[in-house]
Every structure is written in C-alpha cells, then in structure tokens.
C-alpha cells in the first residue's frame, strides 16, 4: 500500500494551522540542496521542541521524490510532540491542584482540632510626647536635673 504523494505546501499545511514557519533554501558548492524547515515559536513559554527544525541536503531529483515523506514523518511527529507536551502540562496542573487542595484539607483539620486564645487586647495608644515631657516609665530626675528644672522655673522674667 503506498501512501499518496503531497507536495511541499501540502505538507507544511498542518503545521501551518497555528505557527508560522520559516523556509530556507540553499544550493551547495557540490550542487546539492539544502531545505530548512524552522517553525517559530507561537509564545514565549512554548517548549524548544515544538520549534526544532527539519534540515535536509540532498540532489533536487531526491529532494522532489523523498520530500514529501519526509514532510509527513515531520509533520506527524511535530503533532505528536505537541499533543504529549499538552498531556504532560494537564497532568502537572492536575497534580498541583490534587496537592494544593490536600494541603488545605490538611490545614483545615489541623485548625479544627486547636482551640485558638482570644487575642490579648491592644494597649491604649499614647499621645505625642513633647522633648521635655515625661512618662510614666521615665527614671526620676537626677537631683542635678531637679535643681536646673527649678531654677529655670524661677528666672522666667526676661529684661526688657
């Protein structure tokens, strides 16, 4: 049973439904061609492997009798890498979400089976002290101290 034969373009079409593919043609010195098939990258956190590219040298009669097979096997495996990548990334999120849930099941009990303290009320909040002004926890002043505090009570009057 042979498989019907596609051209260039026809092969290309798959991978051509969602990205955009970069083709390069070259003529070597031993007069062979050399084709680069490269897809491009449809966002950043995409997998390398859904950008590899597909390298062939050969004679222009080959390259017209082989190359459709050899688009097809590209193709099918480019397709089959991105269908296991999108398994992989389900099955991961999957997961995470199976442990993140666990966890808080884990959580809840715990906090069911501890009696929690009501909470110690606040401290009154304190005013703005001033710089001379004193708390309660301040040390009494020095006797030094008390005698310059007196003093400057006492010569409040200024001359004029």
Known sequence: MS???TGLFQGLAPLLD????ILTLAKTQGGLVTLNVIPKK???DESDALTTALYITAAAEELDR???AQLREYTTAHAQAASNIERVKADLAAAEKAER???DEKRAKKAKGKVVPPAAPAPAPQGTLGLFDQTADD????SAAQQ??????QSDDYPD
């Not at 310059?148 to 009570?153: F, G, W, Y």
């Open 3 to 5: 498989c019907p034969s």
């Open 18 to 21: 969602n990205r955009t593919i």
């Open 42 to 44: 449809v966002s950043d």
């Open 66 to 68: 082989d190359l459709p």
């Open 101 to 103: 849930e666990a966890a």
């Open 139 to 142: 040390p009494v002043p020095s």
């Open 148 to 153: 310059l505090q007196a003093e400057n009570s």
